[in-house]
């Protein structure tokens, strides 16, 4: 491995900011460094490239241990860039670009035509040309970025760290400048980022460390690494984990979790059993919120948001193929659900031919149900009236309440006795 | 405007040969601009007939020549000293009077002179007193500044102010202890060229030039060191040896500046500020003009000094303190509008 790092522990003074990390990078991967503030992420990047030296453990570049590297040999290696750059004295973007062959020009030599080759054709990738004699500080932060960036390529460095590069920098830039590192990745250069965005990591890097307090919680393939349950343990707050349907790759939806306390059950009383009835999205604001209660939902189609967001929070789902009406199969499944359930609620869900058959199943039944209600159902309804007459019907029921908010929709659940 | 700065820049070298020329021409006995370059091309080893008189060659040759050159010299070293405490600092508002070297120099030299060591170890007692001091002021005040992660300015400043006042009220102290030698030390801690000969001239140049060049190597380590340690080490700076090497440097060159000329502060601030303007930031390009520029500026006051009021002198420090002062003030306030003092 190019570089690796074994047993890793690191203090300032009596405060243990990493503990026993071992860690290995190799070629072709983009790696981010995942965590929340004070993990000890940046410190990490640190130990990595030498500035600082952790007392135990070691990190070997190439086959050799980095404490036994001077400066110089180690910058030809790693390129270090960090979190932002103000400068007291303007320097041109030139001079700047020109900085990071510091190793490759002896100090009483002068820059030969190729050194100045080298600079030259740096500033053209970058689309710095036009830019070269500006001062730095007249730049604006992408720019800026982009310079230091530049900066850093022309150490010809085979590993490159950065630390939260993309914190003040527009979305655009943020976008540009990942794919940029990408580039960067598929030339053969290591590149290693601490990133405090957890969806720009998840699009861009394929490789996850996630920290925590100083130790690795999880490292290895994205997909692995960004779930529900590390991101939980990781942030302390509850996510959703989805594929995006452009890139094919994964970005997560942060959600509060604020659960009435009376509804976290006991370990001795039994968790109650809800059936929703769900659709269209029309769930979203609950399904998460039942988190402790055992929820089952449907009958929904695959592919459906509310299918979707209920397969992610594990609920147990009855579902038909997309756009196709409920078979009698997945009706006899729910009405046995439903026979052994403490509430059903009914979302506010429009009404099709397809998804009629759960009005009707509903209708038959006598358990406790809600009919949570944000429309009218004449507007919901797309059935020429069927879908009306049946939840009138349904409504009038003795065992039917109907509930406009979902204020009141948690109350009446905190409420219910089992 | 680029264009300006390029013709500044080409002549500027010119300029200073003949300032030079210019500079002993000035004085309280009138003598011919032809007959200082006959005196002086004749001392180099050209063959030209003596049409000055005897008295107007020892003016020229040993009280006028070796004065306006030490000047010169002293000018550059105090610039390049000024261009190395900026990098250094990071803040284009220290010289190395403000932080204190030069109180702590100069604090060392009266006493010297009060106790009587002043030719104990021969001609280079003084600049070595002189920079032991000065030193010794440096490396507390740097301890002090750096902080885990950075220097800091705010500490950097205050240590400095505070060193400053302390050596200040100690050569105070002493003066006031050592009646003969009052006007002897005040006068030399004033600044001043006064008297100035060869042998001293010659100690000065071989700290100046050998100081600049090894300044000048390290230029590029200054330049990236603006982006601070970390950074610059990840670049392959060795950051703390060339701060080292820098320091020690910057250090050796004002306290040899004090130790013969007393204390002319404000150049070391004022002209790496003005060549920066035409220049850039780029310390291999700022510090041989910077030298240039400050060899000009320290010529011209101490023809101003002797001259104003002769045939009585006035210090030279006193001039460069009275265009310093202001400079200095226009620049905090640059700094305050724009928003980033300290």
């Known amino acids: ?418 | 405007m680029n264009q300006i700065k390029k013709l500044v820049l080409i002549f500027i070298f010119f300029f200073l040969f003949l300032s030079i020329i210019i500079a002993l021409s000035i004085g309280s006995v009138q003598i011919e601009f032809f007959k200082i370059l006959a005196i002086i091309l004749d001392q180099i080893g050209f063959p030209i007939d003596e049409i000055w008189t005897s008295g107007e060659q020892v003016i020229i040759l040993e009280l006028r020549l070796p004065r306006v050159l030490m000047s010169v010299v002293v000018g550059a070293m105090l610039a390049v000293a000024g261009v190395a405490a900026q990098g250094l600092f990071r803040n284009p508002i220290v010289d190395p009077y403000i932080i204190g070297i030069a109180s702590a120099a100069g604090c060392g030299v009266s006493l010297c002179v009060v106790l009587g060591f002043a030719s104990l170890l021969g001609l280079f007692t003084i600049p070595l007193v002189s920079f032991l001091f000065a030193m010794l002021a440096i490396i507390i005040i740097y301890k002090l500044s750096q902080t885990r992660y950075r220097m800091s300015m705010t500490v950097l400043l205050l240590a400095g102010i505070a060193f400053s006042f302390f050596f200040s009220a100690f050569t105070s102290f002493i003066l006031y202890f050592s009646e003969e030698k009052v006007h002897y030390i005040l006068s030399y801690l004033m600044g001043s060229f006064w008297g100035t000969s060869w042998v001293d001239l010659y100690i000065v140049f071989i700290v100046m030039i050998p100081g600049t060049i090894i300044l000048y190597f390290y230029g590029r380590d200054l330049n990236i060191m603006v982006f601070g340690d970390d950074n610059a080490q990840s670049i392959g700076v060795n950051v703390e040896q060339s701060k080292r090497i820098i320091l020690i440097i910057m250090t050796l060159l004002t306290s040899t500046a004090v130790a013969f000329c007393g204390s002319i502060g404000f150049v070391g601030l004022i002209i790496p500020h003005f060549m920066r303007l035409l220049v850039g930031s780029d310390n291999r390009k700022l510090i041989p003009y910077s030298a240039v520029g400050g060899g000009l500026l320290l010529l011209w006051a101490d023809v101003l000094a002797r001259n104003l009021i002769s045939p009585l002198e006035i210090p030279v420090g006193i001039f460069t303190a009275l265009l310093g002062g202001p400079f200095f003030v226009y620049l905090v306030v640059q700094k305050k509008k724009s928003g980033e003092l300290m």
């Open chain 1, 1 to 418: 491995m190019p570089i690796e790092c074994e047993n890793i522990s690191f203090n300032y003074w009596t405060k243990l900011v990493l503990k026993d990390i071992s860690l290995q990078f190799g070629k072709g991967h983009l790696y981010g460094i995942l965590g929340p503030n004070g993990s000890g992420k940046t410190t990490l990047l640190k130990v990595l490239c030498g500035i600082l030296k952790s007392k135990y453990g070691q990190v070997v570049v190439d086959e050799f241990n980095i404490k036994k590297m001077n400066i110089s040999d180690i910058a030809k290696k790693i390129a270090v860039v960090e979190q932002s750059t103000s400068i007291d004295f303007d320097y041109s973007v030139k001079e700047i670009v020109k900085m990071g062959r510091f190793t490759h020009i002896g100090r009483f030599s002068k820059e030969t035509s190729e050194e100045k080759k080298i600079i030259n054709e740096l500033l053209e990738q970058f689309n710095l040309i036009e830019l070269e004699n500006r001062g730095f500080n007249t730049l604006s932060g992408g720019e800026q970025q982009k310079v230091i960036i530049a900066r850093a390529i022309a150490q010809q460095s085979k590993i490159l760290l950065l630390d939260e590069p993309t914190t003040h920098l527009d979305l655009n830039y943020q976008i540009e400048f990942m794919e940029r590192l990408r580039k960067y990745v598929n030339d053969g250069i290591i590149v290693i980022i601490v990133i405090h965005d957890v969806n720009l990591a998840t699009q861009f890097c394929d490789k996850i460390v996630l920290l925590k307090e100083g130790r690795v919680i999880a490292f290895g393939n994205r997909e692995e690494i960004i779930t529900r349950k590390n991101l939980k343990l990781i942030y302390n707050i509850d996510v959703i984990v989805r594929k995006n349907p452009f890139s094919n790759s994964i970005y997560i939806i942060p959600h509060k979790i604020e659960f009435p306390t009376s509804m976290r059950y006991d370990n001795n009383s039994k968790p109650k059993k809800i059936h929703i009835v769900a659709g269209g999205g029309a769930t979203s604001k609950i399904l998460p919120k039942l988190n402790d209660c055992d929820v089952s939902v449907g009958i929904v189609n695959v592919l459906d948001d509310d299918y979707i967001l209920a397969n992610e929070l594990n609920y147990k789902i009855i579902s038909e193929a997309p756009f196709s009406p409920i078979t009698d199969s997945s009706s006899e499944e729910l009405k046995t659900i439903l026979k052994n359930v403490d509430l059903i609620i009914l979302a506010n869900i429009p009404f099709g031919i397809t998804n009629l058959k759960n009005l009707e199943i509903l209708n038959e039944s006598n358990k406790k149900i809600v009919l949570f209600e944000r429309n009218p159902i004449e507007e919901r309804d797309f059935t020429e009236g069927i879908a009306t007459t049946i939840y009138n019907n349904l409504k009038s029921k003795s065992n039917v309440k109907t509930i406009n908010n979902l204020h009141d929709l948690f109350n009446f659940i905190e409420s219910m006795e089992e």
